[in-house]
């Protein structure tokens, strides 16, 4: 999949229509759209995001959940989205829209497809999404619905952050801590990777099976079918109310937190006791602190998680022994039916062996070799298998993964939780004092006038930090009524599945049930073989990126990707076989390595789609710079565009390197502080046509 043509009308700085062509030639897949801070770059990236996601934009990454906070929620930035000189001609209609080309969906040919999403600021209370397939409305989308059919058939939003990112935001991979961080990353890397899809092609095979064996239960089992499914379902519609509820509150406290940051400022300017600047210095230092206070909050919901494990200790060791006994038991039977079958083959082939007519062995002398020969083969080529203990019994029988999830949450338990409780909670308790010190110096700093505005401004200010508090409470709330929703609908899942265990097949479906059962099976393994192979894979895809691209060769000897139950972690080792902490990188290496992990991701997926990078050169060197240009750009994607800041994040020595890739080449033009506009040059005159316009410039 490639993209033909972007056009933006009246969109943030893009009065008016303005198209950029994006079509080339199968050599050239190199784009450069550039021009100085503040002339649209990001804009013209975040449109993009935008057209694809609306609302949900802020689920791609936290750049625009952070751009949206700061105007106060979503409704504020979509209104402030339109172009300011167009609202002033009392033009209230903006839009983007994307010509793909070379897509692929399952039974609809199309050469063509057009994503355009439009608001009026007037008339809209929602945007206005339109989805032409070669010129004419998708029925498909209009089935789906619009949004659904972006997300199934054109890119998956949990994906969208490795081909929509600011290169200089994008380290954000190698700083992932918290559970919910690692979980949100594995589902991306789920869906990358191409497992989600077989994943669910097994949960639609099994709730296949379990429909074949509802038809087949008597009507008390049909009853408690049903009790369960409306169970289920009422769990489900309980979990999205909340969800709503939630995204409902994230909006109002957006909104307050602006209006409170606003009067806050009124009250320090009228004051005086410290800048307006040196405000928003302690407004970062605070936004900083309260973002590491949420990922240690998390970190210790997690820890509450492990800790009643670690209370009934001496239970859950009773589990893991059996468990580890069973495994043990299992290879052992394997083991003793080897011996068994070695022992009938050799006794087998003893007896047709042809014997003097004058030696007769009776049935004792038989019997004594056959026990010999079992005691021997055992004891020389099966010396370390265990005896089986004939009472022994099969309590849990725990699959592979199971189990060694349960193992490793036992070896977290028994080496690691006490002292990382102990770390969270001292880093937690800190963290929170320094935000309370922060917040007490920008109190002191408002002013102690008391005259009836000030004192009307501290009343509003005082009741929307009281609404805000109030808003954050009712949001926790909320969403640990989530976790009791979940945890309830798993156990009855879990109810339903046992129930449907137990039903007999009726004769007529029992060859569909069996044949179900055995796909079952079948992807099952397929998706543990699968699993493995990638992981394997993308190990050797991340290494040869980072060995390619960092400077210290041999730095990281060795990559392991980690694969337990729906977690993937990512570690890198160094050559004494040590774990090498991803956090303790310089911001270059750790955007070397975000680099590595985008381009193996990429080389792994099934997946082909444009890559658009913002601030593509921050934070590298020169030699590091080089590699970029002449390993990375041109291989990552079949169309790759970039947003660079010419001489800065792209030189002319790292262009020149980069001109056999080149397709097209295009500058924004800032007209005025209302309205930039894209102008298309030659790639041979690229720098030179840059800086001939802004050489003058301020």
Same mark, same amino acid.
């Given at each position: 999949?490639?993209?033909?043509?972007?056009?933006?009308?009246?969109?943030? /700085?893009?009065?008016?229509?303005?198209? /950029?062509?994006?079509?080339?030639?199968?050599?050239?897949? /190199?784009?450069?759209?550039?021009?100085?801070?503040?002339?649209?770059?990001?804009?013209?990236?975040?449109?993009?995001?935008?057209?694809?996601?609306?609302?949900?934009?802020?689920?791609?990454?936290?750049?625009?959940?952070?751009?949206?906070?700061?105007?106060?929620?979503?409704?504020?930035?979509?209104?402030?989205?339109?172009?300011?000189?167009?609202?002033?001609?009392?033009?209230?209609?903006?839009?983007? $829209?994307?010509?793909?080309?070379?897509?692929?969906?399952?039974?609809?040919?199309?050469?063509?497809?057009?994503?355009?999403?439009?608001?009026?600021?007037?008339?809209?209370?929602?945007?206005?999404?339109?989805?032409?397939?070669?010129?004419?409305? $998708?029925?498909?989308?209009?089935?789906?619905?619009?949004?659904?059919?972006?997300?199934?058939?054109?890119?998956?939003?949990?994906?969208?952050?490795?081909?929509?990112?600011?290169?200089?935001?994008?380290?954000?991979?190698?700083?992932?801590?918290?559970?919910?961080?690692?979980?949100?990353?594995?589902?991306?890397?789920?869906?990358?990777?191409?497992?989600?899809?077989?994943?669910?092609?097994?949960?639609?095979?099994?709730?296949?099976?379990?429909?074949?064996?509802?038809?087949?239960?008597?009507?008390?089992?049909?009853?408690?079918?049903?009790?369960?499914?409306?169970?289920?379902?009422?769990?489900?519609?309980?979990?999205?109310?909340?969800?709503?509820?939630?995204?409902?509150?994230?909006?109002?406290?957006?909104?307050?937190?602006?209006?409170?940051?606003?009067?806050?400022?009124?009250?320090?300017?009228?004051? $005086?006791?410290?800048?307006?600047?040196?405000?928003?210095?302690?407004?970062?230092?605070?936004?900083?602190?309260?973002?590491?206070?949420?990922?240690?909050?998390?970190?210790?919901?997690?820890?509450?998680?492990?800790?009643?494990?670690?209370?009934?200790?001496?239970?859950?060791?009773?589990?893991?022994?059996?468990?580890?006994?069973?495994?043990?038991?299992?290879?052992?039977?394997?083991?003793?039916?080897? %011996?068994?079958?070695?022992?009938?083959?050799?006794?087998?082939?003893?007896?047709?062996?042809?014997?003097?007519?004058?030696?007769?062995?009776?049935?004792?002398?038989?019997?004594?070799?056959?026990?010999?020969?079992?005691?021997?083969?055992?004891?020389?080529?099966? $010396?370390?298998?265990?005896?089986?203990?004939?009472?022994?019994?099969?309590?849990?029988?725990?699959?592979?993964?199971?189990?060694?999830?349960?193992?490793?949450?036992?070896?977290?338990?028994?080496?690691?939780?006490?002292?990382?409780?102990?770390?969270?909670?001292?880093?937690?308790?800190?963290?929170?004092?320094?935000?309370?010190?922060?917040?007490?110096?920008?109190?002191?700093?408002?002013?102690?006038?008391?005259?009836?505005?000030?004192?009307?401004?501290?009343?509003?200010?005082?009741?929307?930090?009281?609404?805000?508090?109030?808003?954050?409470?009712?949001?926790?709330?909320?969403?640990?009524?989530?976790?009791?929703?979940?945890?309830?609908?798993?156990?009855?899942?879990?109810?339903?599945?046992?129930?449907?265990?137990?039903?007999?097949?009726?004769?007529?479906?029992?060859?569909?049930?069996?044949?179900?059962?055995?796909?079952?099976?079948?992807?099952?393994?397929?998706?543990?073989?699968?699993?493995?192979?990638?992981?394997?894979?993308?190990?050797?895809?991340?290494?040869?990126?980072?060995?390619?691209?960092?400077?210290?060769?041999?730095?990281?000897?060795?990559?392991? %990707?980690?694969?337990?139950?729906?977690?993937?972690?990512? %570690?890198?080792?160094?050559?004494?076989?040590?774990?090498?902490?991803?956090?303790?990188?310089?911001?270059?290496?750790?955007?070397?390595?975000?680099?590595?992990?985008?381009?193996?991701?990429?080389?792994?997926?099934?997946?082909?789609?444009?890559?658009?990078?913002?601030?593509?050169?921050?934070?590298?060197?020169?030699?590091?710079?080089?590699?970029?240009?002449?390993?990375?750009?041109?291989?990552?994607?079949?169309?790759?565009?970039?947003?660079?800041?010419?001489?800065?994040?792209?030189?002319?020595?790292?262009?020149?390197?980069?001109?056999?890739?080149?397709?097209?080449?295009?500058?924004?033009?800032?007209?005025?502080?209302?309205?930039?506009?894209?102008?298309?040059?030659?790639?041979?005159?690229?720098?030179?046509?840059?800086?001939?316009?802004?050489?003058?410039?301020?």
């Amino acid at each position: 999949m490639t993209i033909k043509e972007i056009e933006l009308y009246n969109f943030r /700085i893009y009065k008016g229509v303005n198209n /950029i062509d994006l079509s080339g030639d199968d050599e050239k897949n /190199i784009f450069i759209v550039s021009g100085r801070n503040g002339f649209g770059k990001t804009t013209f990236l975040m449109s993009l995001v935008w057209c694809l996601y609306g609302r949900q934009m802020q689920d791609v990454d936290d750049i625009y959940k952070k751009e949206i906070d700061d105007q106060g929620g979503y409704g504020k930035y979509i209104a402030n989205s339109l172009n300011r000189l167009a609202k002033s001609e009392e033009d209230y209609k903006f839009h983007v $829209s994307i010509t793909f080309q070379n897509v692929n969906i399952p039974e609809v040919p199309c050469k063509e497809i057009v994503v355009k999403r439009s608001y009026n600021i007037k008339t809209s209370s929602s945007e206005d999404v339109e989805i032409l397939i070669d010129g004419y409305p $998708s029925e498909l989308a209009k089935e789906v619905g619009q949004e659904i059919f972006i997300r199934e058939f054109v890119m998956p939003i949990e994906i969208a952050k490795f081909f929509f990112f600011d290169a200089e935001k994008i380290v954000s991979l190698a700083e992932v801590n918290t559970p919910e961080q690692k979980r949100k990353l594995s589902k991306a890397y789920s869906e990358v990777l191409g497992i989600k899809k077989y994943e669910d092609l097994k949960g639609e095979l099994e709730g296949l099976q379990l429909k074949l064996r509802q038809d087949t239960a008597s009507a008390n089992e049909k009853n408690q079918f049903q009790t369960l499914r409306t169970e289920i379902q009422n769990f489900d519609e309980s979990i999205k109310e909340n969800e709503q509820k939630i995204e409902e509150l994230r909006e109002i406290r957006s909104e307050k937190n602006k209006d409170s940051r606003d009067i806050q400022e009124k009250l320090i300017k009228s004051g $005086s006791l410290i800048t307006v600047e040196e405000l928003q210095e302690l407004r970062v230092q605070e936004e900083n602190l309260t973002e590491k206070q949420n990922q240690l909050q998390s970190q210790l919901k997690e820890s509450y998680d492990i800790i009643p494990f670690a209370i009934a200790g001496e239970k859950f060791f009773d589990v893991y022994t059996q468990l580890e006994n069973e495994a043990n038991y299992k290879a052992a039977k394997f083991k003793d039916e080897n %011996v068994k079958g070695v022992t009938n083959k050799i006794l087998t082939d003893l007896i047709k062996e042809k014997r003097p007519d004058d030696l007769v062995v009776d049935y004792k002398v038989e019997r004594f070799f056959s026990e010999a020969f079992e005691r021997l083969i055992k004891k020389h080529f099966f $010396s370390d298998t265990p005896e089986l203990p004939e009472d022994f019994q099969t309590i849990h029988d725990f699959s592979d993964s199971e189990r060694n999830e349960l193992f490793a949450l036992m070896s977290n338990i028994r080496f690691s939780f006490k002292e990382t409780f102990k770390r969270i909670t001292s880093e937690y308790n800190l963290t929170k004092n320094e935000i309370s010190a922060i917040r007490k110096k920008i109190r002191d700093a408002e002013t102690n006038q008391e005259s009836p505005m000030i004192a009307e401004f501290r009343l509003q200010k005082a009741n929307l930090d009281k609404e805000i508090i109030r808003i954050d409470d009712t949001i926790d709330s909320l969403n640990r009524e989530i976790g009791e929703f979940i945890n309830q609908k798993t156990q009855k899942i879990k109810k339903r599945d046992e129930l449907a265990k137990k039903l007999k097949v009726s004769e007529k479906s029992k060859s569909k049930d069996e044949l179900i059962k055995k796909q079952i099976g079948n992807l099952k393994d397929f998706i543990e073989i699968f699993k493995i192979k990638k992981k394997e894979s993308l190990e050797q895809q991340i290494l040869a990126g980072l060995e390619t691209l960092l400077h210290k060769k041999g730095f990281v000897k060795k990559v392991e %990707v980690e694969i337990i139950g729906e977690t993937i972690d990512i %570690v890198l080792k160094n050559s004494r076989g040590e774990e090498i902490k991803k956090e303790s990188l310089s911001k270059g290496e750790q955007q070397m390595y975000a680099t590595a992990l985008l381009r193996a991701l990429v080389e792994e997926s099934d997946l082909q789609f444009p890559v658009f990078i913002d601030s593509p050169m921050q934070k590298f060197d020169e030699q590091h710079a080089q590699n970029i240009v002449k390993y990375f750009y041109p291989n990552i994607s079949d169309q790759v565009v970039i947003f660079p800041l010419i001489n800065k994040e792209l030189t002319d020595k790292e262009f020149k390197i980069l001109s056999g890739s080149i397709a097209k080449t295009y500058l924004i033009n800032n007209i005025h502080e209302d309205k930039s506009e894209f102008l298309m040059t030659n790639p041979e005159n690229f720098i030179s046509t840059y800086n001939q316009m802004y050489n003058h410039a301020n």
